[in-house]
């Protein structure tokens, strides 16, 4: 018997009751430093657009803070505010996090870094930030703080309840922010070659499948018994060599032609991992993004996310086919089969010609 099975009923309920007070104090107290760091982010706003007025540039601060997905995405915002703002001065603001996805990208000139999306709203609020573009769409609740995201601008019918009924992410999140006349392209990710030689450190072998199991929403994953009967599949009839990356390893494997990099790289250095794969294969995350926007051909497993029955988050090679195989079903993901993921892979490595979309009405297995 544990050491809460041993106490009293009213010793639980008291403990329920102080963590649901915890948890609102708790929110309270992250909603305040919000508003103390705002402070700090006004005025260096306010330095910043100075500064670019003296030297006749315009600041342009698009926003978009966090997820690996949503912000790889979206890179084609930058080059299109480069493209039509020749001499913008670009700021994006995101989380720390995810800087690394952005702060080595030539169209963009900085980044601004804050914690939590209140005190995004909060600088919105204050109208310091002159010209901006915000790729949240309306409705979105700050994990820490509890505080919404209200907006005016774009496409009043889109919210983040209903997005992907407006198309894919980048579709989404640019109409959300008002950008009508935005010219559709793929993303790209730009490694520094600092990544380039910590991943040359690895030693890695030339030809190798890099996997990633497990998104930040369990909806999204797959079953680990069957990644691991699928990999060991790959293993043994096409001996090609298989890396896992992410957090934590869901097909560990005693093969010598396995090797887990989980928790072990920064997010990067992953992308320069995956951009040297034969075939990535993987369920709808961030590594799948950052897959499409270095180029490297995938395997993807889609199924009902939320309240989207079928959904499409690419755009560029992982959209029109050119770089993908997208193995959907009708209902959650778990239901796709390792026989038609199998053979989506296999049909890749043996015809080593550009993949089309395959959609498969896969069963549970």
């Not at 309840?161 to 009508?180: D, I, K, P």
């Not at 992410?246 to 920064?266: D, N, T, V």
């Not at 029109?320 to 199998?342: C, F, H, Q």
Request: net charge positive; with cysteine; glycine share 8%.
């Amino acid at each position: 018997m544990t050491s809460s099975e041993k106490q009293p009923p009213k010793f639980l309920a008291a403990r329920m009751v102080w963590s649901w007070r915890g948890g609102r104090l708790w929110r309270y107290r992250h909603r305040a430093m919000a508003r103390f760091r705002f402070i700090a982010d006004w005025l260096k706003v306010l330095l910043l657009r100075a500064n670019c007025r003296l030297k006749g540039r315009r600041l342009v601060i698009i926003s978009l803070i966090e997820h690996v997905g949503d912000i790889v995405a979206c890179e084609p915002v930058a080059r299109h505010v480069r493209r039509t703002q020749s001499d913008a001065f670009i700021l994006w603001c995101l989380r720390a996090p995810y800087r690394e996805l952005v702060e080595n990208n030539p169209n963009v000139d900085g980044v601004m870094i804050v914690d939590c999306l209140t005190e995004w709203i909060l600088l919105r609020k204050s109208r310091v930030l002159g010209e901006f573009i915000d790729l949240h769409p309306k409705e979105r609740l700050c994990a820490v703080c509890g505080m919404t995201l209200k907006k005016a601008e774009g496409d009043p019918a889109i919210d983040v309840y209903n997005y992907y009924n407006h198309g894919n992410l980048l579709q989404a999140f640019t109409r959300s922010a008002g950008l009508t006349s935005f010219e559709l392209s793929g993303p790209q990710l730009h490694v520094p070659v600092s990544a380039v030689k910590a991943v040359d450190s690895l030693h890695l072998p030339e030809k190798f499948a890099v996997f990633h199991a497990r998104s930040s929403t369990v909806a999204r994953d797959w079953d680990d018994g069957k990644w691991a009967v699928l990999l060991e599949k790959i293993r043994n009839r096409h001996g090609i060599f298989t890396i896992e990356i992410g957090l934590s390893a869901a097909a560990p494997s005693a093969s010598s032609l396995y090797r887990s990099l989980c928790g072990q790289i920064s997010l990067i250095e992953l992308a320069e991992v995956i951009r040297r794969a034969t075939v990535f294969i993987g369920v709808d995350s961030g590594p799948a993004h950052i897959a499409n926007a270095v180029g490297t051909p995938g395997v993807i497993l889609l199924g009902s996310y939320l309240s989207f029955r079928r959904y499409l988050p690419y755009s560029g090679g992982y959209a029109d086919g050119s770089r993908a195989k997208l193995v959907y079903v009708d209902g959650p993901v778990k239901n796709i089969t390792v026989e038609s993921v199998y053979d989506a892979v296999t049909n890749f490595i043996q015809s080593g010609c550009t993949p089309d979309v395959q959609t498969a009405k896969a069963g549970s297995h």
